[in-house]
């Protein structure tokens, strides 16, 4: 349980005693996350302190969390500019990861909007998540962001179809579709289609996009992805 939600329980413990004002409403309590199973998000707890120590001080700013895709974003305040962004990437995560890290890497700060790519790293290797379970976890990013009072768009990034993982583009797109579906649904919510451009005629992973390990995008890729996304994080925070 974070620091941060025990006092949120003690603050509920003093707010419903006698002392208390009657009328003040009781505080938020925010429920730790519980890990399913196979999941183990305390691998990243040094490269997370890492991360917020290296932050400096924001306002509102956009924040973009992930995997590596979002942490090997070099150009990511260039190509957002005006737009004041906060690169949260940290490489090889998952998404349950993401909903895990989230209190932490938003503590102290109150985003314009929260820009995700992530569910990439669950479905690969030999033993890959199914597209419901990515599905699933991206409900419980929505939930928790909401949970801790931050009602600002988000935009998922799609998964990208990579050449390296062609494999599993099946799971990807479903995936990709599971979570369009769900974004369609509530206008707090974005799907960016940032995967079709990444594909070539024949529907399959086209390697000019990527660098030589054939898995993360090389500056035409990440052009392509800004393309997409800049607008659609535009709009979102325009409304």
């Known amino acids: 349980m ?21 009328n003040q409403p009781a505080p938020r309590v925010i429920e730790p996350v519980v890990a399913p199973d196979g999941e183990d998000p305390t691998r990243w707890t040094e490269q997370i302190a890492a991360t917020i120590a290296a932050r400096g001080p924001v306002e509102h700013p956009v924040v973009f969390l992930g995997s590596s895709s ?88 799609a998964i990208s179809p990579t050449p390296s993982r062609e494999e599993h583009l099946a799971t990807v797109l479903e995936t990709n579709e599971m979570i369009a579906r769900r974004c369609a649904g509530d206008p707090r919510l974005v799907f960016v289609d940032t995967a079709t451009p990444l594909l070539d005629g024949g529907g399959r992973p086209d390697p000019r996009w990527f660098v030589a390990d054939r898995l993360h995008l090389n500056p035409a890729g990440y052009a392509a992805w800004t393309e997409t996304i800049r607008p659609a994080l535009e709009a979102a925070i325009a409304r």
Request: proline share 6%.
């Open 70 to 157: 979002i942490r090997r974003w070099s150009t990511l305040a260039e190509d957002m500019a005006p737009i004041e962004v906060v690169n949260h990437g940290f490489g090889g995560s998952r998404i349950h990861d993401a909903v895990h890290w989230l209190e932490d890497l938003l503590d102290g700060i109150e985003p314009r909007a929260l820009v995700v790519f992530s569910g990439t790293n669950d479905i690969s290797g030999d033993s890959p998540r199914d597209a419901a379970y990515v599905a699933e976890r991206f409900d419980a990013l929505v939930e928790r962001m909401r949970a801790l009072g931050h009602d600002v768009p988000l935009l998922y990034i």
């Open 2 to 22: 974070r620091i941060s939600t025990l006092l949120s329980v003690a603050a509920l413990s003093l707010a419903t005693s006698p002392a208390c004002a009657p």
